[in-house]
């Protein structure tokens, strides 16, 4: 009371008023000075609420923002509602994301359709960075793509030896389709050496195989929902995106669940280490601690099965597509491809794993094609978990990342005139560095980057051996369509079928 009889109460609540609106000064003063003191990267001007969204529509998105960067330069920043992300488009840029400053962009952006199909982040390819995941990485690389797989290679000259018959019995002159078939012979491989010989070849109940996989991919690629955290589920309640989603996972999850269900209905112990396969070690992995007493979960082997559904296959199938396309629409490379083969297979009667080894020619080919035909275009998308600089400019936490895989393999300033052709022999001279990226870098690379491109060279060395491939219907090689169709794998549009002529 003595307080406000010295000090009239008009005077304490002027006072009060002044010292608040001083803060408010203050604080806007700041904030005006930090925003002064923020460097960031170049921006398409946004729209409210959907940011840059609308510059997506009309284009696949890896073309769309390719030529934006053009305009912005190799370090861009976009808006996708109300989520931001650093586009990159050169090599300096790439390198600096993926080896300098690859601790601190090493995690992945959370998305509803990657958290119900990992498990709730319990896979490799998705989630983002923590020892869990460390850890996942480490138990495939050992026992499914490591030496204690060598396996995978012995399966995959099996089912090349028995695609090759089949192929020498093809009636002549009737086109193959080589989408198909090098989809039954990845997934012949992939699926044995993971699920086992007798791995099932379609769900019992569902959508087929190929669906099952195609959907999950889809799901993986995030939703519209993600980007509008205020309104972003009901986004995708009502366009039925969350059905869909919800639908894809329980037909996943019943296949993985009767992969593993297989595997539980056998007695481990009695079955031969030449004869395990890749889930009948996670379930023994699960079946005791590890060396930090801890023992894989259901969970923990759901995920990694995931993952190998979903990254195994499909990715390697395109690769292949590819490959063969650019090899037959090219009269000239393949006949010094087929040089090279013969002249190293001589007058054995199929080609060998060491064979390739020797095959430089076979290499370049491979290379080109995953240069020009990035099976992701644009790298799963990479997190920001502290403030930094990228190229002088300053990115925050929480900012994502989109690599442009597809672009920085067809710029010209790297690659010169003839960037968008296809001319293996530049890798004569070209020492690639950060110059294309198709399997991402640092420790968010693709786990299969050594075992792919080995695969890969393998196939197409025995299709090249045994056979002269023409374009049916009377069309010249050169005509052969190419045009691209997907957004997170990209497919060739229309499927490829070559006629195979039997080489004598």
């Given amino acids: 009371m003595e307080t406000f009889q010295i000090f009239p109460s008009w005077l304490l609540t002027t006072t009060l008023v002044f010292f608040m609106f001083s803060m408010f000064l203050y604080t806007l003063r700041s904030k005006r000075s930090s925003m002064a003191a ?5 921006s398409p001007p946004k ?36 989520k931001p992300f650093l586009i990159i488009s050169s090599p300096i840029m790439a390198k600096q994301i993926l080896k300098t400053q690859d601790h601190i962009f090493c995690s992945r952006p959370l998305s509803k359709g990657t958290k119900r199909l990992t498990y709730n982040y319990m896979d490799i390819a998705f989630s983002p960075q923590s020892d869990h995941r460390r850890e996942m990485r480490k138990i495939l690389m050992s026992e499914f793509l490591g030496p204690k797989r060598g396996r995978l290679f012995n399966q995959l000259v099996t089912e090349v030896e028995t695609m090759v018959r089949a192929l020498v019995l093809h009636p002549p002159n009737v086109a193959v389709n080589l989408n198909t078939l090098f989809l039954a012979l990845v ?9 086992g010989n007798n791995y099932r070849r379609q769900p019992i109940n569902g959508p087929s195989w190929e669906v099952l996989v195609d959907e999950a991919l889809e799901m993986l690629g995030g939703s519209i929902g993600d980007f509008f955290p205020w309104v972003g589920r009901f986004i995708d309640q009502f366009s039925g995106w969350s059905t869909k989603l919800e639908t894809c996972f329980t037909n996943l999850d019943a296949y993985i669940e009767t992969v593993i269900d297989d595997h539980k209905n056998q007695i481990i112990e009695e079955v031969s280490d030449d004869d395990k396969d890749f889930v009948h070690t996670l379930l023994e992995m699960s079946s005791k601690d590890d060396a930090y007493g801890c023992r894989l979960t259901k969970e923990d082997i759901k995920a990694l099965i995931m993952d190998v559904l979903t990254g195994g296959v499909d990715t390697t199938v395109v690769t292949l597509v590819w490959a063969m396309s650019e090899i037959t629409r090219n009269v000239r490379v393949m006949q010094k491809l087929q040089t090279e083969i013969r002249n190293q297979i001589g007058t054995k009667q199929k080609v060998a794993v060491t064979d390739i080894t020797k095959m430089t020619y076979l290499k370049m080919v491979v290379k080109e094609t995953l240069r020009i035909h990035s099976p992701a275009p644009l790298l799963i998308p990479h997190e920001c978990m502290s403030r930094c600089q990228i190229g002088g400019y300053d990115v925050f936490p929480g900012t994502g990342v989109l690599i442009n895989a597809w672009g920085m393999g067809r710029d010209p300033s790297v690659w010169g005139d003839n960037a968008a052709e296809f001319y293996p022999e530049r890798f004569e001279k070209f020492e690639v560095d950060f110059e294309m990226v198709p399997f991402g870098g640092g420790r968010r690379s693709c786990p299969a980057m ?15 051996y045994w056979f002269d491939w023409e374009v049916p219907d009377g069309v010249k090689n050169e005509d052969l369509n190419m045009e691209e169709d997907g957004s997170l794998v990209l497919r060739k549009k229309v499927p490829l079928c070559l006629v195979p002529n039997k080489y004598n």
């Fill in 450 to 464: 050594n075992t792919a491109p080995t695969t890969v060279e393998f196939v197409i060395a025995s299709l090249v």
């Fill in 187 to 195: 997934k012949g491989v992939v699926c044995k050496v993971a699920f």
């Fill in 38 to 42: 923020t460097k960031l990267p170049p």
């Fill in 47 to 82: 729209l409210p609420i959907i940011g840059n969204l609308h510059k997506l529509l009309g284009k696949p998105r890896h073309q769309a923002l390719w030529h934006l960067s053009k305009q912005y330069g190799p370090i861009m920043q976009f808006h996708i509602g109300s």
